[in-house]
């Protein structure tokens, strides 16, 4: 498909717009379910049209194949290379624009009236998108208690839509779709020995198994009775959700409510599923080879479909969680199986391990495929949590390593976003007394180390079992002849061959403050109360003795700039 450039105002994107990608070196679009989806071209300058690829512009393209005519994707960012003369050009699918759209708080009940609400509860109208959803459900509440944006609200934050009632979203140009379930299975089959080429899979049965919801004010409480899934039986041990309604219900709740909370939410958020069932497959897409037309229902292959992957002993049916699509070939570029995200933050638990495999590509390596690839491989240490953050955009941002499955219950924490790595063991609400951040600070109570290497090391106290002799013999100089006492300041003086020829010491009493030359023990110096004594005072112009009415001064000729008269010993009024 040739991409078509539309202005940033369109709203109908139909004809040739005002221009046409006909040549162009790359195009793929990506899209994640429940996740990312971007547009990514490479463009030479001097092809026609490209004068068009500005900020804010909106690109039209066949994002995967089944895509009968194209999405709208708005243009973010343009880099010009003056190496190869080419743009790289990168676009955001055009409902991010929901980012710009804040939402005011509301409450309804059920799931159409909770997405229409971000429509009409918009503090900017009109709102130039719609919602849809084929989910029944008409009783879950939904609460906005702050204003966020609509796409904030769609997933990513806590309490969001796809929190409260599941579902698998489609962006389809203006309209926000949320499906039960977004994909079909057409019987589709990866076969080893047939278009299979390669095969890693990491299965595990780590899932929670149950859901306990409570309620907890500071004068009521009540807690419902644990809700299990459909088939406990199995797995080997129990793993049950805690999960808080304090915040849910304008009065107190009964058992019979939370159980059905906890049934709710069980469902909308896959329990019984587990956290980590995915399929790494490298295979020939038989639909791109002469027998293509032996293979058409191939076609229709998209996000959310099923497929099933036969190997060995193997007969596994793996939903489509992700893709990259060449739009100028119309083909896949890549697909990815597993099983679908659950919310646009996802957690992971205990006991993740993946092998990874990657390869630099020039421009189609987008920033969320690495940052998944990184998810993939964080590893749990045992009785660990991982919980990966994620944006209103559903890009990852924050990483949490935990003690327990729940940010709100963990006390020992580690944190580690753009700006660095803290540590905590107050919980998420404590003080991060560790931390390492990108602006090179590095703070810890105990550093231990073989070696240390810098310009300088600064600090209030130093204790070492050794030191190098020259920065020795320097402490100890310094350390000598210039010390902090409980009763106050000591200073000494050295001449060339160590013998001290001076020495004053600053002390505090109880009315004051006295140096004292201590070689002859004599005070030279005494501020006490409102007395100061000198042994010897010199002023370079005059000494001036102010009283409540009047002052006196004592003022030495200066011939430069005095005449005879202007000295002696004056009274002022």
Known sequence: MIAVIFPSDATEFTGDGIGRLSDILLGNAHEALNGIYEAVAKVPESAQDADKLIDQNILWVKANDKVLDGQPFRIYRVVENSKDHTLNVYAKHLLYDLRGYPVLPFETTGVLPALTGLISHSAVQPVPFDVWSDIENTATAFSLTIPQSVRACLGGTEGSILQQFGGEFEWDVDTVKLHAHRGEDQGIEIRYAKNLTAFEIDRQTVAYTGCLAYYKTDTDYVAGTVQLINNPEDFPTANIFVLDCSGEFDNVPTVDQLNARANQYMTANNFGIPYKDSLKISFVPLWQTEEYKNFAALERVGLGDWVHVLYKDYDLKMQIVDYVYDWTHERYVSLTLGNKKASLSEKVTETVKDETEGQIREVTSFLDE?????????????????????????????????????????????????????????????????????????????????????????????IADALEANLQNLIEQYTMNFKFANDGLHIAKQNQSGVIISRYNSLFTDQGMRVIETLSNVATLIAEGDTVTARNLTAQIYLRMQGTSAASRIQEFHSSIHNAENHGIFWEN
């Open 370 to 462: 690495a940052l998944d690839h990184a998810q993939d491989v964080m590893s749990g240490a045992t009785g660990g949590y991982i919980y990966i953050g994620r944006d209103a955009d559903g890009h990852p941002n924050e990483i949490y390593i935990l003690d327990t499955p729940s940010l709100d219950t963990a006390t020992n924490i580690l944190r580690m976003n753009y700006a660095g790595i803290a540590f905590s063991q107050t919980g998420i609400n404590g003080q991060f007394t560790t931390a390492w951040t990108i602006d090179s600070r590095f703070v810890a109570d105990f550093i231990t180390a073989g070696t240390i290497d810098g310009g300088l090391i600064r600090g209030k106290s130093i």
